[in-house]
């Protein structure tokens, strides 16, 4: 499983988005944008869950900012940090 | 001041709704689900009444359900059942204060945080469950849900719980400080109460000198809202009667001062040492009932014995009881059969921990 699958099922379970599977979420969609229609609370648990399950921390907004763009810019955040 | 109840929103091991609970007190009919937890000695198995909230779905979308757990869910649903029973779902409701008992808080969601920064080699926490474990999560939620503004209050005192947020609401509605309030509780089933009733209640583990005080044959585990959309009596009148006072105190210190002509609905539900005691207090003849058959033991139980009251009010009878034998004595005047409520008011009596007491009566 590629670190991009990973993080979509993640995403999916830990934020209960029961409406949408992980296939369906986009590797460049914007996490915030309309169609995921996260929140400023999910990002804090993505923090919290990319912490827990890479052992990679966002340590703040400067740093989360660019990396929560998509799916891709984290997988690219952990990646570099693994 | 006179308090009209204007709508209720119940649910639990009965059902969902209040048809379903009326439908149970002429019945008996009430669903028990058999809980397994897994133990290090093995399976256990554990009696429960569960609630069952999938009707919240046809009042909230999905998406905005995400981050709600069960007992979080249980309160919201009783909310919009209150207010759909009272016809002020869609309506405007002016100045609304919202009050949310609990006795044990949600607990699911806190002990499974707990466990997780206990077993964790760093400890993690969650913030949704995190925030979700808090107190006053559900009545934020409800009041975001509804779009509330009015004032928000989240009450625990283990069983005196209902009593004391039935006060406060008495309280803003005397001070005109709300035009109405949706005051209520919520307890939920957990692992560790069922783990809990296991060790304490269960016939074949007996611990000596605890259980003799205890009755395992009622004591079974209950889950639930209650909710109740409350007003000034002139403003609005109600079919399920209005609240006519409420009091809280010690009997141990002081005993209780009851109100006179009153039907007595007791919170015996077989967990309480208190259950046998209400023989002590209870006026010679007065007729008494107890329906934790139908929605099991948890601390903010009384809520539901005000519902079963409101609608007595609203059908002039006073339904049978549960098994009598839950307050092991010949000297109470049990309702063996549905009886005509006549001028009688009800009075809805709770025994705590403590000595604690406290009560309600409502009139027709």
Redesign the interface.
């Known amino acids: 499983m590629t670190t991009q699958e990973k993080l979509k099922k993640l995403i999916v379970d830990t934020l209960h988005l029961e409406d949408i599977t992980p296939e369906e979420i986009e590797d460049d969609e914007p996490l915030f944008g309309e169609k995921l229609g996260l929140d400023s609370i999910d990002a804090v648990e993505i923090v919290f869950q990319v912490e827990h399950h890479f052992g990679v921390g966002i340590k703040d907004m400067k740093e989360g900012r660019p990396a929560m763009q998509s799916i891709n810019t984290l997988a690219a955040f952990i990646e570099a940090r693994l | 001041m006179k308090i009209s109840i204007k709508g209720i929103g119940v649910l639990g091991g009965f059902g969902c709704g209040i048809g379903d609970l009326n439908k149970a007190l002429i019945t008996g009919k009430r669903s028990s689900s058999t809980m397994v937890i897994k133990t290090t000695g093995g399976d256990i198995e554990v009696p429960a009444f569960l609630a069952n909230t999938d009707r919240l779905k046809s009042f909230v979308n999905?998406?905005d359900l995400?981050?709600i757990d069960h007992y979080i869910r249980m309160a919201i649903l009783g909310c919009f059942l209150a207010l759909e029973d009272a016809d002020m779902l869609h309506a405007n409701r002016g100045k609304m204060g919202i009050i949310i008992a609990t006795g044990y808080g949600s607990t699911c969601n806190t002990f499974d945080l707990q466990n997780s920064v206990i077993t964790e080699a760093a400890p993690?926490?969650?913030?949704?469950q995190f925030?979700n474990s808090v107190h006053n999560a559900a009545a934020t939620y409800i009041s975001i849900l509804l779009k509330e503004v009015g004032p928000n209050l989240s009450v625990s005192h283990y069983d005196m719980s209902i009593t004391s947020a039935f006060l406060s609401a008495y309280q803003w509605l005397q001070e005109e400080r709300v035009e109405s309030v949706l005051v209520g509780s919520v307890d939920e089933y957990s692992k560790i109460l069922g783990y809990f009733w296991h060790c304490l209640y269960n016939k074949g583990n007996k611990k000596e000198g605890f259980v003799g005080k205890m009755n395992p044959e009622h004591a079974i585990i209950g889950e639930g809202a209650n909710f109740f959309v409350l007003a000034r009596e002139n403003e609005t009148a109600s079919p399920y009667g209005f609240i006519e006072d409420v009091k809280m105190g010690n009997f141990k210190r002081r005993g209780i001062n009851l109100p006179e002509n009153a039907a007595f609905f007791l919170g015996a539900d077989g967990y309480s040492e208190c259950d046998e005691q209400y023989a002590e207090y209870i006026p010679e003849k007065a007729l008494v009932a107890s329906y934790s058959h139908l929605y099991g033991g948890l601390p903010v139980g009384t809520g539901f014995d005000i519902a079963i009251a409101a609608l007595s009010n609203k059908s002039g009878t006073i339904f049978k009881s549960g098994d009598s034998s839950i307050f092991n004595s010949n000297r109470l005047n049990v309702i063996r059969h549905n009886e005509n409520l006549g001028s009688r008011r009800i009075c809805c009596l709770k025994l705590g921990a403590g000595g604690s007491y406290g009560w309600i009566s409502l009139n027709q």
């Open positions: 999905k998406r995400r981050r993690f926490c969650s913030p949704i925030s």
